[in-house]
């Protein structure tokens, strides 16, 4: 299996929701990132997982949780939607430290 | 703490100029510097991995040099199309155990036919 699957691709939600965004990354890749990118800026991490475990993370509140799985897939859960949470969120997975990330195309969350 | 700079922000040019995008980050502490391309909307698409023992990258019409050193890089796109138009976005991959790739802001790039 190649490249990296983002579902659902678009997806709209009430203030105060939760919701569970879902990456597929590439066979062998143990480390997978995500990351918030809101319109017109660049993208923000969010947290990383290698070989199931966080890693890193950055200035998100504790809402925003991950988990990966050991098929190589993983997830963002964000609860208690705020407005300021509509963006485009990314999932990129790598096979170790030293080579490149492989994007997948993004879920487009909206928050009404 | 690892900073990224993009310079320009945004860059018009007429179809079939050459063009230098630049990239400066402030530890040289790297793994390697990718170059990615975002069109709006759109995720994005890696168009070169720079290691950070590697001087160049080349991919068809385009070019990604890295000076470590002095904390550098740049893009070069020859003979450029109006299908070259999008963001194009740096990351640098920062050593250690936080492995999170750090960006630059991007520069927009429109090529007018």
């Known amino acids: 299996e190649t490249g990296v699957t983002q579902s659902p691709t678009h997806l709209i939600k009430t203030r105060g929701q939760q919701v569970t965004l879902r990456c597929s990354s590439q066979s062998g890749h143990n480390t997978v990132s995500w990351y918030q990118q809101a319109l017109g800026q660049g993208p923000q991490f969010i947290f990383q997982?290698?070989?199931?475990?966080?890693?890193g993370r950055g200035n998100f509140p504790p809402r925003f949780s991950g988990l990966q799985f050991p098929n190589y897939s993983s997830e963002l859960n964000v609860n208690a939607l705020e407005l300021d949470d509509s963006a485009l969120y990314l999932c990129?997975?790598?096979?170790?430290?030293?080579?490149?990330?492989?994007f997948g195309s993004g879920t487009r969350l909206t928050v009404v | 703490k690892q900073e990224v700079t993009q310079i320009p922000a945004a860059l018009s040019v007429p179809e079939g100029e050459n063009l230098v995008l630049n990239c400066s980050f402030t530890?040289?502490?790297?793994?390697?510097l990718q170059w990615f391309r975002q069109d709006p909307g759109k995720g994005l698409t890696s168009l070169l991995l720079?290691?950070?023992s590697q001087r160049e990258q080349t991919s068809g019409r385009l070019n990604a040099s890295l000076d470590k050193s002095s904390g550098r890089s740049t893009l070069y796109i020859a003979a450029s199309q109006p299908g070259d138009s999008a963001t194009y976005l740096c990351?640098?991959?920062?050593?250690?155990?936080?492995?999170?790739?750090?960006w630059g802001l991007g520069t927009s790039l429109a090529v007018n036919p």
């Open positions: 990129a997975s790598s096979p170790d430290r030293g080579y490149g990330y492989t």
């Open positions: 990351a640098v991959h920062n050593a250690g155990n936080n492995r999170k790739l750090i």
């Open positions: 997982y290698y070989r199931e475990e966080e890693n």
């Open positions: 530890d040289s502490a790297i793994y390697n």
């Open positions: 720079i290691q950070s």
